[in-house]
């Protein structure tokens, strides 16, 4: 099951992506909202929406919730391709980054691109537990966007980390920005990203 909100672009449809939020967010938070308005203005068709865990309740995600956040991922992005999109991408903030990730490396033609904002790469103050086992199967081009106070990942870590990515890859950095991107950005990274996309 899919619950969110299906943002048409006024042009005639040529891409569409697939927008979720983090372990603590859901698909009305500001910055999905921001993100969705941007890349409808830009002509993609936009579903921003919740995952499985979400519409389950209040509880975090755990290993077994992480599987059918996936498959909710996996139907989110199918539902788009019955739309006749061209390309279709997939965006999540955080935790639903991760998991749009980690379906990516598993099955590379459920997308044909990723936009990964604040990636998760490890739990604040713990470095050594990198969330990176699946970069070296990542084959989908992937734009990550970072905040330079992002306690989850430093830009210097995230540099380090994303060599794995045999796909083309690229690092965007937000001088400032916090883990959670906030809503005022949102523009600048669909631009960046439709840019990365067109390369």
């Given at each position: 099951?899919?619950?969110?909100?299906?943002?048409e672009?006024?042009?005639?449809?040529?891409?569409?992506?697939?927008?979720?939020?983090?372990?603590?967010?859901?698909?009305?938070?500001?910055?999905?909202?921001?993100?969705?308005?941007?890349f409808?203005?830009?002509?993609?068709l936009t579903?921003?929406?919740?995952?499985?865990?979400?519409?389950?309740?209040?509880?975090?995600?755990?290993?077994?919730?992480?599987?059918?956040?996936?498959?909710?991922?996996?139907?989110?992005?199918?539902?788009?391709?019955?739309?006749?999109?061209?390309?279709?991408?997939?965006?999540?903030?955080?935790?639903?980054?991760?998991?749009?990730?980690m379906?990516?490396?598993?099955?590379?033609k459920?997308?044909?691109?990723?936009?990964?904002?604040?990636?998760?790469l490890?739990?604040?103050?713990?470095?050594?537990?990198?969330?990176?086992?699946?970069?070296?199967?990542?084959?989908?081009?992937?734009?990550?966007?970072?905040?330079?106070?992002?306690?989850?990942?430093?830009?210097?870590?995230?540099?380090?980390?994303?060599?794995?990515?045999?796909?083309?890859?690229?690092?965007?950095?937000?001088?400032?920005?916090?883990?959670?991107?906030?809503?005022?950005?949102?523009?600048?990274?669909?631009?960046?990203?439709?840019?990365?996309?067109?390369?």
């Amino acid at each position: 099951m899919i619950r969110g909100w299906l943002h048409e672009p006024a042009a005639k449809v040529r891409d569409a992506i697939a927008i979720t939020h983090g372990a603590g967010g859901n698909c009305d938070t500001p910055l999905l909202v921001a993100l969705a308005q941007a890349f409808a203005d830009a002509g993609w068709l936009t579903l921003r929406y919740d995952l499985p865990f979400r519409i389950q309740g209040k509880g975090a995600p755990t290993p077994a919730k992480a599987v059918r956040d996936r498959e909710g991922i996996r139907e989110a992005a199918a539902e788009l391709r019955k739309l006749a999109a061209a390309r279709v991408a997939l965006c999540g903030t955080s935790y639903g980054g991760r998991q749009s990730s980690m379906l990516a490396a598993e099955d590379p033609k459920v997308a044909d691109a990723l936009l990964l904002l604040s990636y998760p790469l490890h739990p604040p103050g713990k470095p050594e537990n990198l969330r990176t086992a699946h970069f070296p199967d990542l084959r989908t081009p992937s734009l990550f966007v970072q905040g330079t106070r992002d306690a989850f990942g430093s830009i210097e870590e995230m540099r380090a980390a994303i060599e794995a990515i045999p796909a083309r890859h690229e690092l965007e950095v937000e001088q400032g920005a916090p883990h959670g991107l906030p809503a005022k950005l949102a523009a600048s990274v669909v631009q960046r990203f439709v840019e990365f996309v067109a390369r």
